[in-house]
């Protein structure tokens, strides 16, 4: 039921159960768009586990409000009846395949959603069938008597009914509700619904000369979900962002002038296609111009969003790709970043590496065959943690003195990161890759050997960031995670030269240990407010279905997302109930050293959502126009390995004090953290340890 709900308000780009059921109980005020929506749902549900796709995939929620909207447009035009019921089936599974195309192909080389595409598709095809169907000729009374107020204003009405089309629900009362229900689940998107609409429909006001006209547009819906969708949705909150929706609304009106007047020429609404072309070409131009503010993905409000944004942007800066190096042991810089030979251009962001003994040769005699060179059949390791997107490794090592110029890149691996941008290795040696297309591999793991295929003159590694999955995308600035030179911590690769030897940072094997959690791990945790007991904290390592580690409180109440970024292990986010114990944690222990220092101080700030603080520049929208206020500071000391101390800041007003003490086998044994008068302690008492 939850699923179902999570789509309905997926449709209005929330994911917020409550949200849903609001939307869903507007459609029962003409119950065959309920039914029938209903119906398109479970049928597509029992399609794509009939086809055994995986419960992860993304298809399944491109699907389901996909098939919910073509539901609710058949059930606008057709009372329930064995013919319809049947003609929403056929659509469902027609909506099925045409999600599951075109999330494949728009991910894959254009890395754009997909959108209400299938529905869009689906839809012009069952408006031009269905005039053959004469037994469906049942067209449903029209509900303006009862569902409209008397004496609206003209425009709160046409906004009303705009809003309602959505669902297929084009009128007042409808439309009301359903706004009432954006508001209480996001005031953000409550904004920027409503300023969309009247920017789309002044825009029209002023072509047409008609403000009647324009208001009264049926398919004026298109503005709000655009405006919502490039405001709210794929672009975090912010001034910017606002006016970018606002130009794509503006752009939109032309858009959706010109499919009507071709769809008018067949009798059939223009759906969302003006929706569909203005955001993805948006997004495209968007996504290449590698915007700071583009998002990660559908998130529950555009409020978190903007939450999750603003404390990874202050904790870790100008958010740049980090990956490790993609070897064990020494090697050396051959090409850096705006190489002489082939780092240029688009491809000016990479760094090739190979061996080479203490004279700086990369090879052992006269250097005549690939075996010679050092570096030759090394292992290369996996530098992020992702899915393996594309690999091949069918193509032969270039003998010493010959180049594969045709097949640039010789053989390959492309990993997707959990972050979400994406890390190429070339060159690698035949035949030795050591993993699978589809598999998700961990920072470390073997990827394969080096080698010398492709445009390779001698045997060397070749890894470049690239947003893009198709291999040779253009690339884009990195820093590095873990590495040193000559024993000094180095981040930046483009103020690396070549033949400087690097290697990864030593680490504290014991601190790596004790903070390694093993998937099912369980941790009990008594939990004590002011010296009262208040119960049991449960706690479980899981693997999030976005892909992220996190410890889970099992009492439903949040997650705790946690991983290393360089040399430093990290609680990345927390996300649930701010009654969650869990969120202590965090508090505590935000970031830990890994490398080996007994004493160690440090700043780091805390996402502001984990304490309350009256703060009016906090609230959410105002937040996305004046940017917030100081934020939460946490400053830490390791006083010796085991002992983590801190006090929390907000500008120049202590917030708490907090202390973590690491287990002598695994994770904490104790944390307490006095804030706001109040002192929370929890403390360890059995587990379930692998």
């Keep these: 039921m939850e699923s179902f709900l999570v789509a309905c308000s997926t449709i209005f780009f929330l994911k917020n159960s409550f949200a849903g059921l609001v939307f869903f109980s507007v459609t029962l005020l003409e119950p065959s768009v309920a039914v029938l929506g209903l119906c398109a749902y479970m049928v597509g549900e029992a399609v794509m586990d009939a086809f055994a796709l995986p ?36 659509l469902s599974v027609l909506v099925y395949l045409l999600s599951f195309m075109l999330q494949r192909l728009l991910a894959t080389y254009l890395a754009l959603p997909v959108l209400n595409i299938p529905f869009t598709i689906a839809a012009l095809i069952a408006y031009l069938a269905t005039v053959r169907y004469s037994a469906l000729n049942t067209a449903l009374a029209p509900l303006s008597s009862k569902l409209d107020l008397a004496g609206l204003p003209f425009l709160l009405s046409g906004f009303f009914k705009a809003t309602g089309q959505v669902f297929f629900m084009p009128y007042d009362l409808p439309g009301m509700v359903i706004l009432a229900g954006v ?107 590698r915007h700071p503010r583009l998002g990660s993905g559908l998130l529950a409000t555009p409020e978190k969003a903007l939450a999750t944004f603003f404390g990874a942007l202050r904790r870790f800066g100008k ?72 690999a091949f490794d069918g193509f032969e090592d270039n003998i010493i003195g010959d180049i594969d110029r045709r097949n640039n890149w010789g053989n390959y691996c492309i990993i997707r990161s959990d972050f979400g941008y994406h890390v190429e290795l070339s060159h690698l040696k035949k035949g030795s890759l050591a993993c699978a297309v589809g598999s998700y591999i961990r920072v470390g793991m073997p990827v394969g050997l080096c080698g010398n295929s492709g445009n390779s003159p001698q045997p060397h590694l070749h890894m470049q960031i690239q947003m893009l999955p198709a291999l040779g995308s253009p690339t884009v600035p990195f820093h590095w995670g873990n590495a040193c030179a000559s024993g000094l911590i180095v981040t930046d690769p483009a103020q690396i030269d070549s033949e400087t030897r690097l290697s990864s940072l ?34 479980s ?61 440090w700043e780091e700030p805390i996402p502001d959502e984990l304490i309350r603080i009256a703060d009016w520049r906090n609230i959410p929208l105002l937040r996305s126009l004046l940017g917030g206020g100081p934020g ?38 104790q944390v307490t953290a006095s804030i706001d008068g109040v002192r929370w302690e929890l403390q360890y008492s059995g587990s379930n340890k692998k």
């Design 506 to 539: 030593p680490t504290s094997k014991k601190r790596a240990h004790l903070l390694q959690f093993g998937l099912d791990d369980v941790f009990v945790y008594s939990v004590a407010r002011n010296g009262v007991s208040t119960g049991l904290l449960e706690l």
């Design 319 to 390: 958010v740049l790709p980090e990956p490790h190096l993609p070897f064990h042991g020494e090697w050396t810089v051959y090409q850096g970043f705006d190489g002489p030979w082939t780092h240029v251009g688009q491809w000016r962001h990479a760094v090739d590496f190979v061996i080479t003994d203490a004279e700086g040769r990369t090879h052992a005699n006269q250097g005549r065959a690939v075996a010679d060179y050092f570096c030759f059949g090394v292992p290369v390791i996996a530098p992020v943690s992702g899915y393996v997107v594309d």
């Design 632 to 669: 939460l500071i946490g400053r830490y000391a390791l006083a010796n390995p085991d002992i983590i101390r801190g006090e929390l800041f907000y500008g120049k007003r202590q917030m708490g004090e907090t202390t973590a003490i690491l287990d002598s086998f695994r994770g904490f044994c």
């Design 55 to 90: 419960a992860g995939d993304p298809v399944r929620a491109i699907q389901r409000y996909n098939a919910l909207l073509i539901g609710f447009a058949m059930g606008h035009l057709f009372s329930v009846s064995p013919l319809s019921i049947l003609l929403v089936a056929g």
């Design 183 to 289: 508001l209480i689940a996001s005031p953000i998107m409550f904004f920027l619904a409503t300023f969309s609409w009247f920017i789309g429909t002044g825009l029209q006001f002023l072509l047409k000369g008609s403000l009647y006209q324009a208001a009264m547009d049926p398919s004026s819906f298109n503005f709000i979900i655009v405006g919502v969708a490039l405001g709210g949705v794929f672009l975090i909150p912010s001034r910017r962002s606002y006016l970018i929706a606002m130009t794509a609304v503006a752009v939109s009106v032309f858009v959706n002038d010109a499919v009507q007047v071709f769809c008018t020429q067949f009798q059939i609404p223009p759906f969302t296609i003006a929706f569909n072309i203005s955001v993805l070409l948006f997004l495209y131009m968007l996504t290449l111009l």
């Design 541 to 601: 390592v899981a693997i999030d279905p976005s892909g992220w580690y996190c410890l889970c409180d099992k009492a439903g109440k949040g997650k705790l997302f946690f991983g290393t970024r360089g040399n430093r292990f990290v609680f990345y986010s927390f996300s649930g109930s701010s009654s969650s114990p869990l969120r202590l944690l965090f508090l505590a222990a935000p970031a830990i050293p890994l490398f080996d220092e007994m004493e160690f101080a």
